[in-house]
């Protein structure tokens, strides 16, 4: 059974940082591609971003230049550095996986989802 563990939430201040990291487990292969998803309060689940096979990323727009996804090579392990962090950032974060095809930021391609990981942007 694969499972997707998310670590590195918390509280930080606008402006500050923070590494969320996700190991997956029960999955040997490489996925076709892993992210981020995250759901702000009273918002749309929404994808960050994504890291394919070939180790291109793609981010959404309202986080170009601030975060950035990495893959520690040759492993299911992703991370996503979250730098000058605002308000509106605040939200339930999870990693994400396809065994199967990758869809970017449309949430079907993803068949292996993390429990979440909490970050919250506030002074």
């Known amino acids: 059974q694969v499972q997707l563990v998310e670590s590195g939430g918390g509280s930080v201040q606008p402006g500050g940082s923070l590494r969320l990291s996700c190991a997956a487990s029960g999955y040997t292969a490489p996925f076709n591609c892993m992210g981020w998803f995250r759901r702000g309060p009273g918002k749309e689940r929404e994808g960050v971003a994504v890291?394919?096979?070939?180790?291109?990323?793609d981010y959404l727009t309202a986080v170009k230049g601030r975060f950035t996804i990495s893959q520690e090579k040759g492993k299911n392990t992703v991370y996503l550095q979250m730098n000058s962090l605002k308000s509106e950032d605040t939200a339930m974060y999870y990693c994400?996986?396809?065994?199967?095809?990758?869809?970017?930021?449309?949430?079907?391609?993803?068949?292996?989802w993390g429990q979440g990981t909490q970050v919250t942007v506030s002074s």
């Open positions: 890291i394919w096979r070939d180790g291109s990323p």
């Open positions: 994400v996986a396809s065994s199967t095809f990758c869809s970017g930021f449309a949430e079907y391609g993803y068949n292996h």
